[in-house]
């Protein structure tokens, strides 16, 4: 069946499988295409970008990824206690007006839980978010059972490592993406069990490497050359990778030696009847990415230990039957149309913020309730009366079907998770109908500022003193502070200090990563037609999965 985006107009196909689990969840076809869908989940969800606020109920300072809201914002710890009460703000279906704009009036009046972490779970971790079970991390965000982490996101099962992102059961790595189970690994890309290695891309099993790539079980190689252990020791003393200008000789011929490689068309392990990017241990899961234990799943995102769901973007963790739904998660059943609702919550429809919930349908901030609508409690029998009732008047106002309107996110285009995989100039932005946050840097109060140029060359060099200085990012002009487990570590990997924002290295991370769209390719070897999400104008040589393990095996 084929439909036009209501957004942007581009053409796509409702695939029978898709209209069969549609009539399951009892929900009309969507009317927008998969990307417009996708974008608009991702942009419920601000992981990274977090401010200083008090809490609007006690007035404790915090940490939120709340800045300047029309909705009142608790500490997590006020949040879940009974010194406010969700039905307070309950009121009666107005059948006059369109249900959206009731809802958007809920919407700015609920309290939101201010910073998204597990109370009870989190030791010595202030400046974090979406979160739990760590300790001693700084600026970490949709993270879970690490230790000593600092500036990553999507970190699991971890301890010390620093600027990773998408970094599994891994320990004293630097400058990682999309590694697992890897020991003292720095500046590499999509490996698997490495350890004591710098700049590897697509390998498996390697040690006491340099700037390999597409290589198995291998020890002492440098850019894919076979080394006695003698000659790897001398040629990697004449790198200089204790220094910054080492560092980045060695990532300039690494990243030009790569571009050379045969790359797998995606990343997939350990999968079963399944198509997308960066998929693992997987079954019937279809047009999915950077995803985990997927079962029967259709355009999901960054969700693992989910089962029969489609339009499913952050979190999962144990979740079923979840369709249009963004930031929701464990133990999550048969929710439509959602937004950040957790634990235990099902049968929820167009319902936000809600913990515990059963059987509710356009609540906020509700917590442990079921039979609800609007925040006014129901018995059963009114409810399911009610909502039968709400569905055919959402249906003449052409509101049933549809994600929640644009208008009702909190945050900037710029502040979310939409802009690492699709970026957009506030221009772009503001025409799609997203927001847009204005950000500025205040000076912090130290004894000196000093550009990223003049830092010294090796830590070694680095004094303790760094810890009351400002460093200016050497391409956004950004000041940034070293704090004190971020200089320890450094001393003790024998890496020197960075030149850019965190803010500015998690932008390069991102880039290291192929789009999340897919493309309609051949095989670079065998001509045979591929989809991947590297773009028919990228000059990677792109290989099928069978011309790709013949090529690394």
Avoid at 4 to 16: F, G, L, W
Avoid at 341 to 358: A, P, Q
Wanted: net charge negative; hydrophobic share 25%.
């Amino acid at each position: 069946m084929k439909q036009a985006c209501t957004d942007c107009a581009a053409s796509y196909d409702i695939s029978q499988d898709e209209q069969d689990f549609h009539a399951d969840m009892e929900v009309p076809a969507p009317t927008q295409c998969p990307n417009c869908r996708f974008v608009r989940r991702l942009n419920e969800r601000n992981a990274r970008n977090l401010y200083k606020r008090k809490c609007d109920l006690t007035g404790r300072d915090f940490i939120s990824p709340y800045s300047d809201v029309p909705f009142p914002v608790y500490h997590p710890d006020e949040w879940f206690t009974d010194k406010w009460d969700e039905y307070d703000y309950g009121k009666e279906v107005d059948w006059n007006r369109p249900f959206f704009d009731q809802l958007e009036e809920l919407l700015h009046a609920v309290p939101r839980q201010g910073q998204f972490i597990c109370p009870g779970t989190i030791e010595n971790s202030d400046y974090v978010n979406c979160a739990g079970y760590l300790k001693d991390c700084y600026l970490v965000a949709e993270t879970d059972y690490n230790e000593r982490c600092l500036y990553g996101n999507r970190v699991f099962h971890n301890q010390y490592v620093v600027d990773c992102s998408n970094i599994y059961n891994s320990e004293l790595c630097y400058e990682c993406v999309d590694v697992r189970k890897c020991h003292s690994l720095r500046y590499s890309i999509d490996c698997d069990t490495c350890s004591d290695s710098y700049f590897l891309k697509s390998c498996i099993g390697c040690r006491d490497c340099i700037g390999c790539m597409n290589q198995r079980q291998k020890q002492y190689m440098l850019y894919n050359e076979q080394l006695t252990k003698e000659e790897y020791a001398r040629k990697k003393a004449e790198l200089n990778l204790h220094s910054h200008d080492g560092v980045q000789a060695v990532r300039k011929k690494a990243t030009a030696f790569w571009s050379l490689q045969p790359h797998r068309y995606v990343q997939m392990e350990q999968v079963q009847n399944c198509s997308g990017d960066h998929l693992y241990d997987s079954k019937n899961a279809h047009d999915c990415v950077d995803c985990s234990d997927l079962e029967d799943c259709k355009y999901c995102a960054r969700v693992f230990s989910v089962k029969s769901a489609m339009d499913y973007t952050s979190w999962g963790d144990k979740s079923e039957k979840m369709f249009q739904c963004g930031s929701c998660g464990d133990n999550c059943y048969n929710l439509r149309y959602c937004t950040t609702c957790t634990t235990n919550c099902s049968d929820l429809t167009y319902c936000g913020h809600c913990t515990g919930c059963k059987d509710c349908f356009g609540c906020i901030g509700m917590r442990k309730k079921r039979y609800c609508i609007l925040n006014k409690q129901y018995n059963e029998k009114e409810y399911r009366s009610l909502c039968k009732r709400l569905t055919e008047h959402m249906q003449s106002t052409g509101e049933w079907g549809e994600f929640l309107p644009k208008r009702f996110c909190p945050f900037g285009y710029n502040e979310t998770i939409a802009a690492e995989y699709f970026p957009l100039t506030k221009e772009e932005a503001l025409a799609k109908g997203y927001k847009w946050k204005n950000t500025h840097d205040e000076l912090p109060n130290v004894e000196k500022v000093i550009p990223a140029e003049k830092l010294p060359q090796s830590i070694a060099d680095v004094p303790d003193d760094i810890l009351n200085w400002a460093v200016t990012c050497e391409e956004t002009k950004r000041p940034f502070r070293i704090i004190k487990q971020e200089l320890e570590f450094y001393r003790q990997l024998d890496i020197p200090v960075p030149h850019f924002h965190p803010d500015e290295r998690h932008r390069r991370r991102m880039e290291l990563r192929p789009s999340r769209i897919f493309y309609d390719r051949n095989c670079s070897k065998c001509g045979k037609e591929i989809a991947t999400t590297f773009a028919p104008d990228r000059p990677e040589t792109i290989y099928c999965e069978e011309c790709y393990l013949n090529e690394v095996y």
